[in-house]
């Protein structure tokens, strides 16, 4: 949700605006826009509804350039996607601002620039801090002294650009709740929300932490906390660029689905053995915080949450440790008892989900003995501010709608559950040698599971037409029933949902007929039977079956059942294998919709406001 990017060079910076927009594109926005500072000290802004196509084309139109400048992709929060809503916005025609998150405050400082004669052209809460800061400025030394005015005014969330048309040369940034990062150039310098919008341009980088605010110039910057200087460590990022590139694939969703059993070998890579988990691999800090552990509160959001969901089954079976797991946006307003001895632990690909990242501050606060978190992104907020991290090795991911992420989540889950059991329960040696045997076979299940692909597609032709879905699966497999059901309404725009499948007496058999496809998982475990009751339920109702199923599961095509079959594997594995078909399924059906399957609308890949 909502890009930024920024650049102080001695070339025009109109194209590295536009590209880092391009390559923000899979956040989610409704709008986009730059504003640059040209060879006569004039500010010039253009800004277009819809894709970043449209900014692109019109900045060439209307030969925008300069030396100086911020972009931004929105995502709407305070006023409808339009032009006048999007960002930049300026002041006097003099200062610029591009902003994410949200101003708490905003309506109260609102009337009171108005008072002063400002004159509001947008729904925004972002307008109001250019107005504010342009007003700090009358009494401000310089720029930066008038974004430190301004800072102390505002309540809420924000990552913030700012340039001065008449202070040519320089960007302040401030970052309080929305990550920024500042990408090191030679003689030229630049700020984004993420690195990935600057990595045309460069491959070192400095993460700006909660409450920093920065100079940036072009012959270098400066970091201040509270209104002291300080030095942030620098990093180079050397993986390949290549993720952020289609390939031989027609989406970003359909590349990242084939590549997961790649990045869950890597995500297993140098914490296994053929027998056993490797203790050493969880770091020192986890030997000290994760022994003793009698409680785990897992927060998370969206697919993380399904993640968290499975590996609530797998910690109560395998470390017997009481473990909950609540939604991130709802953990901070309730009140709560901390268990003795309890684990935080936070789930987020991004490691910027802004929820979850609030849940964790809050949880310092409460009195967990230690917080966790699983995430794919190294330098992120959830990773600084956690004792500890377990990285998922997903690499980059661009589709909105999640897939190697989640079933790397669940993979490091499952690790960190054998590691829970051994070092606080005692787990057997064969129980350990049974999952990490289970686990060095995952990949090659999950390219298995991606062989069905064609039949897949050809199976579900018939859901073109269909508005409404639902997902069955008991135990874990209800977690996995519910990320089927979210992929389907992410990107396919169809109405899913999931229930676990001895639900259905109590309710949802209302809904049953021909019109209502249902979409089984059935591993074959210890609940099949009660799975095969309950869809006889469904049957007898005149409601059409799709079921995956283990091929030795004793399913069999009918006139109202129709079977994608599985291979056999551990039954601690099926939430992850089980995972890949639904992903497959919620891709064609998009494709059969027409539904833009990498950017779906409304939705953000990272969530960075509450």
């Not at 650009?161 to 990062?181: C, E, M, Q, Y």
Request: net charge negative; with cysteine; hydrophobic share 40%.
């Amino acid at each position: 949700m909502c890009g930024i990017v920024g650049a102080v060079a001695s070339r025009n910076v109109t194209n590295i605006l536009i590209e880092g927009l391009y390559r923000l594109e899979y956040r989610g926005y409704d709008s986009a826009g730059l504003a640059v500072i040209d060879a006569d000290k004039n500010l010039n802004i253009c800004k277009r509804e819809g894709k970043v196509i449209n900014l692109d084309n019109a900045a060439k139109e209307e030969n925008v350039s300069g030396t100086t400048g911020i972009a931004h992709t929105r995502w709407a929060t305070h006023g409808k996607p339009c032009e006048e809503n999007a960002h930049p916005h300026s002041s006097n025609n003099e200062i610029a601002v591009v902003h994410n998150g949200i101003i708490e405050n905003y309506e109260q400082l609102r009337e009171e620039l108005k008072k002063d004669g400002y004159e509001f052209l947008s729904e925004t809460d972002t307008e109001t801090i250019v107005h504010l800061i342009h007003k700090n400025l009358k009494t401000a030394d310089n720029l930066l002294d008038a974004v430190n005015k301004t800072i102390p005014q505002l309540k809420g969330a924000y990552g913030l650009a700012v340039i001065d048309k008449r202070d040519d040369g320089k960007i302040i940034v401030a970052r309080s709740g929305s990550p920024l990062v500042i990408g090191v150039g030679i003689d030229e310098n630049f700020i984004a929300s993420d690195q990935l919008a600057l990595r045309q341009v460069t491959d070192r980088f400095v993460y700006l932490e909660e409450g920093d605010i920065a100079e940036i110039r072009l012959d270098g910057f400066t970091i201040y906390a509270d209104g002291k200087e300080v030095t942030r460590e620098q990093t180079q990022i050397t993986e390949a660029a290549a993720a952020a590139d289609k390939g031989e694939y027609k989406h970003f969703m359909l590349k990242e689905t084939y590549e997961q059993p790649a990045v869950i070998r890597k995500t297993l890579e140098g914490r296994i053995t053929d027998e056993c988990l490797l203790d050493e691999s969880f770091g020192v800090k986890a030997k000290e915080a994760l022994i003793g552990i009698q409680s785990v509160q897992i927060v998370a959001c969206g697919t993380s949450y399904h993640a968290a969901t499975v590996a609530k089954y797998w910690i109560e079976a395998y470390a017997n440790i009481r473990c909950s797991v609540e939604v991130a946006s709802e953990f901070r307003y309730r009140k709560m008892v901390v268990q003795p001895n309890s684990l935080l632990l936070t789930v987020s690909q991004s490691g910027e989900t802004a929820d979850t990242l609030a849940a964790l501050r809050l949880a310092k606060t409460l009195g967990y003995v230690a917080t966790m978190t699983i995430c794919n992104v190294a330098q992120s907020s959830l990773v600084r501010e956690s004792d500890i991290a377990l990285m998922t090795l997903a690499g980059p991911e661009i589709g909105v709608a999640s897939t190697k992420a989640f079933t790397t989540q669940l993979t490091a889950f499952l690790l960190l559950s054998v590691y829970l059991a051994k070092n606080n329960n005692g787990m057997s040696k064969a129980q350990e040698k049974e999952i990490i045997q289970a686990l060095n076979q995952l990949p090659e299940l999950v390219e298995q599971a991606l062989a069905l692909d064609k039949e897949i597609a050809k199976v579900f032709e018939c859901f073109a037409d269909k508005q409404n879905a639902l997902f069955l699966g008991r135990g874990a497999m209800h977690a996995v029933a519910m990320e089927g059901a979210l992929k389907l309404k992410e990107i396919s725009y169809i109405h899913a949902e999931a229930y676990p499948a001895g639900e259905l007496k109590h309710g949802p058999l209302a809904l049953v007929d021909e019109n209502m496809p249902i979409v089984a998982v059935a591993p074959n475990d210890e609940l099949l039977e009660k799975l095969k009751s309950n869809l006889e339920e469904v049957a007898a109702r005149g409601g059409k079956l799709f079921v995956f199923a283990d091929q030795h599961a004793g399913f069999s095509n009918t006139d109202d059942i129709t079977v994608i079959n599985l291979p056999s594997m551990p039954d601690v594995l099926a939430p992850i294998v089980y995972t890949i078909p639904l992903q497959l399924l919620s891709y064609h059906v998009a494709l059969l919709k027409g539904t833009d399957v990498d950017q779906p609308r409304n939705l953000a890949k990272s969530v960075t406001v509450e």
